[in-house]
């Protein structure tokens, strides 16, 4: 099987968050037949339907499947070039995104990420949203992290390993400098 280009992968990731193929193709700097080529580049490759053709766009479950595959290599490119890059800054930061309930982002959520952005190098981009469907959006990959009522984890597929992210507000830090851990299985 063929394998999905970066080109690709960046091409999926615009048209989401733009919601049309003529955002996508202004926000990437090509025509808009160049970003429907490359979407059906990508479901030849796959074999399957990705996106459905509405207005905003909406992902198949496959398409689902390949945004968070999209949204990991974009994490690991970022992760790469920090790494090369050490002592070095071009001012941009790594959007990381959480989804988080109103009550703890009222309370004590962002005390905890208080001097993370600094220190990591990335963006928090919250989705507030209740807590009961935080984990919706962790299993969709549209968050890469939640704050969830749900008791059990909610495993994640990675390349190298499954990432369990889950903290419910029983569990929430009781002080500013507690971080967040990410748990090999």
């Known amino acids: 099987m063929q394998r999905f280009t970066l080109e690709q992968l960046a091409t999926l990731l615009a048209l989401v968050s733009e919601g049309s193929f003529e955002a996508a193709a202004a926000r ?14 990508m479901e030849q490759t796959s074999g399957r339907v990705l996106v459905q053709r509405t207005t905003p766009v909406r992902l198949t479950d496959a398409g689902d499947v390949l945004l968070r595959y999209a949204r990991q290599v974009e994490l690991l490119e970022a992760d790469t070039v920090r790494q090369l890059h050490e002592g070095r800054s071009d001012g941009r930061a790594f959007p990381v995104s959480l989804a988080v309930n ?6 004590w959520f962002l005390d905890s ?3 993370f952005g600094e220190t990591l190098g990335v963006a928090f981009d919250l989705h507030r949203e209740d807590q009961e469907h935080t984990t919706r959006l962790l299993r969709a990959g549209t968050v890469m992290a939640a704050v969830t009522s749900t008791r059990r984890p909610c495993r994640v597929a ?7 992210c889950a903290i419910t507000p029983s569990q929430r830090p009781r002080s500013s400098s507690a971080g967040c851990r990410t748990m090999a299985a």
């Open 158 to 164: 990675s390349p190298s390993r499954s990432v369990r």
């Open 113 to 115: 990420l208080a001097g």
């Open 102 to 107: 109103a009550d703890s982002l009222a309370t």
């Open 28 to 41: 990437l700097h090509v025509t808009p037949s160049a970003v429907s080529q490359r979407v059906k580049a």
